[in-house]
DNA sequence: AAACTCGGTTTCCGATAGTGAACAAGTCAT
DNA sequence: ATGACTTGTTCACTATCGGAAACCGAGTTT
């Protein structure tokens, strides 16, 4: 046994072989047919559907052009169209998940929800002064950002610095690098919320 | 048997080792620690993103436990990034496009940016009583909301109504139906932020 | 400038995925 | 029944994937 150094990873079934049997048979399709549309070997595929083997990816990749279904439909195992109907997720004042650092304090919000759309979170901005900041904040996909308490001057790559007060809110593609300060006597307090960095 | 000659099944490109690279070069991730994350050796890592090896499906895995990624994020050929960068939405504290209703009066932000896939809308809350509600309200979608302002009661379908005041947020599938009340001397004012409800 | 670090690539080799051929178990037709 | 055909599994072999370690700049440090 090779250890992997420290970290899990553990790899959980997802037992790919079974999906893709279901779809076969739902179609009627032998093994030798899959075989002719996927130009993968009759014996491949046996093992690949008893999970005797790890598809190589390109292997999935004929798979799913073969067959014309797309990844989810090949990875959702028993097909639970059932959906997350009616999740919700409560955060009271000031009980979110706490990330300080020197120059933001960040409080994740509605952080027990795993699956969702978009990661909102409040801030709270410690830096004074633009020069606190190594390198500009940036990450795919799009912010809104509310002032919640006090005055900021917002830094950003490409716009002049934009003085923003208490409940001016301003949409930005968050791959634009940006920087937030406090102006004000106290410390300053943000609402951002961003989207996940993925479908375009 | 339909096709007959599929023999070739041209394997596409799909350059998945260029679009792993960019995600880890966006999260500004060594090999060393994607090593650690996902358990795959550096070598293997640096052959997958130089597309010398086709990963194994397992190894794929591994792979997006470990970044906490999806398949779609991962196969998202080659990222559009050209993106109109650096865009950006002011709006000034109340000086957003008003809708008022007898139940709610809506404040949208940001409205000039027209492609967004967020809709961030401040609200305030002039229903008093459930009853003022001829239905629930739904739509596509995910929703996240703050209370900025009062308290208010948040009626859902399948919830307890919910007291939530200045500071407290939810967030929530917006395909619940949901309503929600004043119950603080003055009208409550809440920032909600919609997912647009196309891409799933 | 040698000595060290750090991030990435390349090398070598054991482990395993993918293939064609052989096999076992039906099914069908004569 | 017997032989011809089909379908899925198993075998033997080769191609290639995955991992440890060596290797290579590019900085830093001494």
């Not at 109907?85 to 300080?100: I, K, M, Y």
């Not at 960040?106 to 929800?113: D, N, Y």
């Not at 990661?119 to 390198?135: G, L, M, Q």
Request: charged share 25%; with cysteine.
């Amino acid at each position: 046994m090779r250890i992997a150094s420290g970290r899990k990873a553990f790899v959980e079934p997802l037992r790919l072989g079974e999906r893709l049997k279901e779809i076969r048979l739902a179609n009627q399709w032998t093994l030798e047919e899959v075989s002719q549309r996927t130009g993968l070997a009759r014996s491949t595929l046996s093992k690949i559907e008893n999970d005797q083997i790890s598809p190589t990816f390109t292997a999935v990749q004929k798979l799913i052009n073969g067959l014309a279904i797309d990844l989810p439909q090949l990875l959702s195992p028993p097909k639970p169209q059932t959906q997350t109907l009616g999740r919700r997720d409560l955060t009271r004042s000031g009980e979110g998940q706490h990330h300080p650092t020197p120059t933001y304090e960040h409080e994740l919000l509605s952080c027990q929800l795993a699956q969702k759309r978009m990661i909102p979170f409040k801030t709270i901005v410690r830096a004074r002064h633009f020069e606190e900041f190594s390198e500009w904040v940036r990450h795919d996909g799009e912010e809104f950002l509310m002032v919640l308490e006090g005055k900021i001057l917002m830094y950003t790559e490409y716009y002049e610095p934009l003085p923003l007060e208490s409940g001016d809110s301003i949409y930005f593609d968050s791959a634009m690098g940006h920087a937030l300060v406090s102006v004000s006597e106290e410390d300053a307090v943000v609402l951002s919320v961003c989207t996940r960095g993925d479908t375009v």
